[in-house]
């Protein structure tokens, strides 16, 4: 299976503030990455696909960069709705793997 | 509008088996490929595996093989999976998600999960 790793695991930071997380795949996925929004006891919801194609609905402050195995996804102006834990996907293989999340917390 | 609704909590002592259901409307069943994401408390998500358009194919994680079964049916667009020989660590959330169509090929259609059921708690407790 790929393995898919996410860093940080926990980020703190202020409202407007610039937010970069990493996700790496264990094996070249091309563009096929798909980033989550998951709240605390709510369904995960999709943020952007295909690395970088932003979900109709989601926020332009979201956006996503990447290919092989390198991925970031990055929240220009942090608002009060962010704070949640953010998951990348890979969808490269018929076994689909998640990232382990990583917790953007209020500084 | 699209919706993915699932069946409610469900109780099982170990080595019982439970059966989840998702009931589909707003999009055409039998063209998309259909998910399940398991989180377990206070971790993250875990694909245990997807079934074809109208439950025409199935592909489990290897960590589920042999306890999972994914199936639907097409007169009610409803999903299903049961999850036999039930311990401790099945407890967790499961989630049924509708896939993007975004490439498709040998089979099998890749895409972002951009519809989700509200989840299903599962709990396994002697």
């Known amino acids: 299976d790929i393995q898919m790793t996410q860093s940080p695991s926990t980020l703190s930071a202020s409202v407007g503030d610039r937010v970069t997380i990493t996700c790496r795949a264990s094996?070249?996925?091309?563009?096929?990455l798909a980033w989550y929004q998951q709240r605390p006891g709510r369904a995960p919801n999709l943020l952007i696909r295909?690395?970088?194609t932003l979900e109709s609905g989601a926020p332009s402050r979201f956006s996503g960069s990447g290919s092989g195995t390198e991925f970031t996804l990055t929240i220009s102006s942090l608002q009060p709705d962010d704070f949640a834990t953010y998951y990348c996907q890979q969808y490269h293989s018929s076994s689909r793997t998640f990232g382990q999340g990583t917790k953007v917390e209020i500084k | 509008q699209v919706q993915l609704v699932q069946s409610g909590a469900e109780v099982r002592k170990p080595g019982a088996s439970v059966k989840v259901s998702c009931e589909t409307s707003g999009f055409t069943f039998t063209s998309y490929y259909m998910h399940w994401v398991r989180q377990a408390p206070g971790q993250g998500l875990e694909w245990v595996g997807l079934?074809?358009?109208?439950?025409?194919?199935?592909t489990y994680a290897q960590k589920f093989q042999g306890r999972v079964t994914m199936t639907a049916d097409t007169s009610t667009s409803t999903l299903y999976m049961e999850l036999s020989s039930l311990r401790s660590e099945d407890a967790a959330v499961y989630y049924c998600?509708?896939?993007?169509?975004?490439?498709?090929?040998?089979?099998?259609?890749?895409?972002?999960?951009?519809?989700w059921g509200q989840g299903t708690t599962v709990i396994v407790s002697s």
């Open positions: 094996q070249n996925i091309n563009t096929w």
């Open positions: 295909k690395a970088s």
């Open positions: 079934i074809g358009p109208g439950g025409g194919r199935t």
């Open positions: 998600a509708k896939s993007r169509n975004e490439h498709c090929t040998a089979g099998d259609c890749y895409g972002g999960l951009d519809v």
